[in-house]
């Protein structure tokens, strides 16, 4: 792992880059406009959205405003839950696909496990991947006895599953099945939005690497083979976050932070969300 632009290769061979831009919370307009602006300048590659951020109209004006070619940049937007469902899953990606100007998506993912819904969705998913409108289909904040039962009727085995993931959070299980079915795992709130960064063991890190928190967090996400998509929508924190590629923490370091883990969610638990 040498610079921003580093990929990881998907089941389907599909790069994708480590690290990219979360843009939840950010406001469309000019607020995310900056933010995607600023990421791309400084050398970002991956931006992640959501319909449900509603903010992929500005995302997807930086993308364009950015001059870069489309297949430099890599473009995640997600499946809301309430347009779940076969017919609707097809028009709410091609809402998505107006929103953002693109003509295709690189990733797409279903936000979360709808009891009853996901495995229609992922029927329509399979289609659009087929039909050669996205090119690669993943879920998010799928517990494992999910994806069980999606990879059941499956055609297609998700590339990806986005899910809460930060040093309080490390997702043993949920690496450990990912691993085992070539499905990578994607780090969500990785800055535990932004309550990790005040944790002594991160601190003290950060003095002997003379980084930041947040740096030595995202450092560790890289290092434990996971991307990652921290979120702000400062310019001087954007580049910070991507400052992460010129140190390396030691194998007995990073077991020192997975150990922090306490199972402890700043989001909803995927087996109980009423959304
Ligand atoms: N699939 C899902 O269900 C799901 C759920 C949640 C999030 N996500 C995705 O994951 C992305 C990241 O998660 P997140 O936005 O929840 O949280 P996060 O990236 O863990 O943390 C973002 C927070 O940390 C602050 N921050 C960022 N960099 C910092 C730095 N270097 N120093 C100090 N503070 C810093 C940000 O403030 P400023 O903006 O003020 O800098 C913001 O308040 C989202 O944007 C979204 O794309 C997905």
Redesign the pocket.
Known sequence: MNSLQDTIKLNNGVDMPRLG??????EDGQEVIN?VKWALEHGYRSI???AA?KNEEGVGQALKDSGLNRDEIFV?S?LWNSDQGYEETLQAFEASLEKLGLEYLDLY?I??PVEGKYKESWKAMEKLYHDGKIRAIGV??FHPHHLDDLLKDAEVTPVIN???L?PKLAQQEVRDYCEKHDIVVE????????Q??EEPVIQELAEKYNK????IVIRWDLQIGIVT??????QH??Q??ADVFDFELTDEEVVKITQLNENHR??PDPDNFDF
């Open positions: 831009l979360g843009v939840f919370k950010v933010s992640d959205t959501a951020y995640t997600k993912l936000h979360w998010s904040n986005q899910v809460e930060h780090a969500w709130s990785p800055l535990m939005q932004g990790i960064l930041t928190a947040a740096q998509i921290p979120k702000s929508t400062k924190r954007i910070e976050n700043v989001g």
